[in-house]
């Protein structure tokens, strides 16, 4: 619950990743996204190439950014790397026909310079590709780009705003109403991860990115970052994310001190609700999938991949069920679903939890994760 874990903890233990470890743990975690509900993923790390193939091995689609740094991090000696895999995974049918596809990923804007920034903004253009980004995520983020020539986080995007390339920018803890402003004026879609960012830091102020009509992706992070990577138990966080600014508010802490009336009035009145059901499943349904627009998820329509769920309206975990939307936002979806559609392919959960590919899967991580810790120095 403090310090930067990222720069403290798993900069360290990412060195001593290889290839096959990140698609053995990968595979993992796309079993966890799929017996969840979740169809296609968005993901941004070293080794993309071997997430993607986990993708495949699994049969989830997505959007593979591999992770580009030149300034610092794991990956800062594999920048060409990052970008010649990214244009691999992009141009290999194959992963196309799975529904793999590719965007760029510089890490951060702290760990990549604006050179690197102008020259993927141009790549990203060229090849009709997006940007996922982690934007914004930490105070030594911020407090190095303030010291720096571009002074905050979005002056070092300023490459990418002015090309138009789609942007994905994940977190926006630290992102200041001068620089939503400038954001809301470009094609910037900002991903919010409320469970991860309860634990890594503290979660961002959306209701800044609401008010301007900033897109709103809807995310998990990681397993390692928030123990469960199930999308639709972050749509309750993200529709009530205003209502705990009542409890930490000052009405209610005059409240507390004076006990007057009128306070407690004036902080009932804080009661919000931000999102309704129908914005809060749009978070994880048609935004993301308007950000990525080669993959073609977001919405049933003709020419769009079929993937979609089969829930059990009558299940007691949705139950009375009334109002859908509500029930799909509000509810326990996981508990209630019956099957999964990805690419046309029907799946039923109850033989997917039996199968003998995830016991392998597993036993492949587990033995993996030893051999990993043992090489990091983290266990004997």
């Not at 070293?46 to 049969?59: I, Q």
């Not at 000052?250 to 009035?265: F, I, K, M, T, V």
């Not at 109850?350 to 016991?359: A, I, N, P, Q, Y």
Request: glycine content about 10%; hydrophobic content about 45%.
């Amino acid at each position: 619950m403090s310090g930067n874990v990222v720069e403290e903890v798993y900069f360290g233990l990412e060195t001593s990743l290889t290839r096959d470890d990140v698609r053995a743990f990968a595979r993992v975690g796309a079993w966890e996204c799929l017996l969840s509900g979740t169809g296609a993923v968005f993901d941004h790390y070293y080794y993309a190439d071997a997430v993607a193939e986990a993708l495949v091995d699994v049969g989830l689609c997505g959007v593979v950014a591999p992770t580009f740094q030149d300034l610092s991090g794991p990956g800062s000696a594999a920048g060409e790397k990052a970008i010649e895999t990214t244009l691999a995974i992009a141009d290999n049918g194959g992963l196309r026909e799975a529904g793999v596809f590719a965007a760029f990923g510089p890490h951060a804007t702290d760990t990549v310079s604006r050179a690197a920034w102008e020259r993927l903004a141009e790549l990203g253009s060229r090849h009709s590709l997006p940007i996922h980004a982690h934007l914004s995520q930490s105070f030594e983020e911020l407090e190095r780009l303030v010291a720096s020539a571009d002074g905050d986080p979005v002056g070092r995007l300023t490459p990418v705003l002015e090309a138009g390339v789609p942007l994905l920018g994940v977190h926006g803890i630290y992102l200041s109403d001068p620089e939503l402003d400038r954001l809301a004026a470009s094609d910037v879609v900002l991903g919010y991860c409320p469970a991860a960012q309860h634990q890594f830091a503290f979660p961002a102020r959306v209701e800044g990115w609401r008010k301007r009509g900033i897109g709103l992706a809807l995310g998990t992070d990681a397993g390692v970052c928030n123990d469960r990577m199930d999308v639709q138990a972050e749509v309750r966080m993200v529709a009530t994310a205003a209502t705990p600014r009542v409890t930490h508010g000052p009405e209610h802490a005059a409240w507390r001190s004076g006990r007057s009336l009128e306070d407690a009035r004036q902080a009932e009145g804080r009661r919000a609700t931000l999102l309704t059901s129908e914005e809060a499943l749009a978070s994880v349904w048609s935004t993301p999938g308007g950000w990525a627009r080669g993959l073609g998820v977001g919405k049933i329509a003709p020419g769009a991949r079929a993937n979609m769920i089969v829930v059990d309206p009558s299940h007691p975990a949705l139950w009375p069920g009334t109002d859908t939307l509500r029930a799909m936002a509000y509810g326990n979806v996981s508990a209630a679903l019956e099957a999964t559609m990805i690419n046309g392919q029907l799946r039923r959960l109850d033989e997917l939890r039996r199968s003998d590919m995830l016991t392998a899967h597993l036993v492949e991580a587990n033995r993996r994760r030893e051999m990993w810790l043992k090489r990091a120095g983290v266990s004997g």
